[in-house]
C-alpha cells in the first residue's frame, strides 16, 4: 500500500497504489477557452514543492470540493484527476501527509504531488503539463464545469 521513502517527515507515507485517484481542485482562474492550464498541477512558490491533491481510496470528489469551497472557503469550479501511476510515469511521487504532526491542519485524505527534489523550473513546468494532460484524458470528475 505505502511504504516510507526517502526524505519524508515523520508520518508521510509514500502512496504505491498505482490505480488511486487523486483529485485536485480546479481554481477558476487556470481555466482559459474552455480548458484547463497547466498551472493545475505546477507548484507556486507557497506550495514549497507540494501540491496539494485529495485521495479518492479515502473521499469523493464532491466531498473533496466542498471542504475546500465550504470548509476552507477556497475558489474551485471542480475536480479534476491523475492516478498515482501517471504521476509516477512523470518522474514524480505522491505523498500522503494526512498524519504529519506538525500544528498543520490538513484537508481529510490530504496528500500531494512531490516536486521538491526537481528545482528547475523548466522541468516543473514539463511535468505539470504532463499531468495536465493525463488529467484532461479522465475529464471533469465533479463541479459545475463537469459535462
Known sequence: MATDGPNLRPGELEISTQDEKLWRQVNPGWVHDGRVSSQLFRPTPKDTGEVSVTRSSLVTAEAAHQHHTGTLGYASVG????????VNEAGLRVIDDAQVDDGETRPPAHAYVDY??????????????????KAE???????PMKH
Do not use: M, N, P, T
Open 137 to 143: 484524458k479522465h475529464g471533469w470528475q465533479y463541479g
Open 116 to 133: 521538491k527534489l526537481i528545482d528547475s523550473k523548466k522541468l516543473q513546468q514539463r511535468r505539470a503539463s504532463i499531468l495536465r494532460d
Open 79 to 86: 475536480v479534476f484527476c491523475v492516478e498515482v501511476g501517471e
